[in-house]
């Protein structure tokens, strides 16, 4: 928690011009504090655990020696961030044999550290995590985003139209770990989106289920609420 909130004053210390490079495609991009976040928070964790392993979103990769690999996005949505929209957040979890062990979704600008702990629970600031169960479909308020890939576009332009005059509304926030981590605080019942990489989800996965919902994969397609809603957005999105 603590090199996730001292993420967040470096990233809050933002210089007044940011150096941009793209990625995956035109728009999807990387600026000079994604690097120098995931720099920090490398650095911090190694310090005091160098035997550990490393999977970064802007190219850390560390194999593990101690069986605990750390999953690290130091910018989830960075768009937002080159905005300076509020709602961007720093996604560290730990994860090991069993899967992930510890998750934390920290976003400064609206005042949210989401944690959890296998088997433990989830909080937001302290508070303890629960979902909204059961929802149904006609009054889900889903959130989702959009890749950054053209053909992914397309196919979310098709989920969309098949559930958009089904449900209450639509929100769209810019960053996928606080889309997920939304779902456990029951702030959003319900979110799914196409291209998101382990690091997007890792830690807020955790959170989300540890707060009674369910998130699962299919290929390129995440989908989080809690377990009612979910089984009716699931026979919609992949019927």
Known sequence: MDIAKKAGELLLARPKTLDINTKSSDIDIVTQMDRASEKFIVESILAKRPDDGIIGEEGADRP???GYTWVIDPIDGTVNYLYNMAGWSISIA?????GTLIGVVYSPTINALFTAIRGGGSYLNGAKLACNDPIELNRALLATGFAYRK???EEQVHQFNK?????????????????????AAGIVDGYY?????????AAAELIATEAGAKVSVHGELTIAAGPYLYGKLSEILLG
């Open 64 to 66: 593990s020696k101690s």
């Open 94 to 98: 730990v994860k090991d044999s069993q």
């Open 151 to 153: 053909e992914l576009r």
């Open 163 to 183: 559930l958009i005059l089904n449900i209450r509304d639509y929100r769209r926030n810019g960053s996928a770990a606080i889309d997920i981590c939304h779902v």
């Open 193 to 201: 989106e196409m291209g998101l990489y382990e690091w997007d989800r």
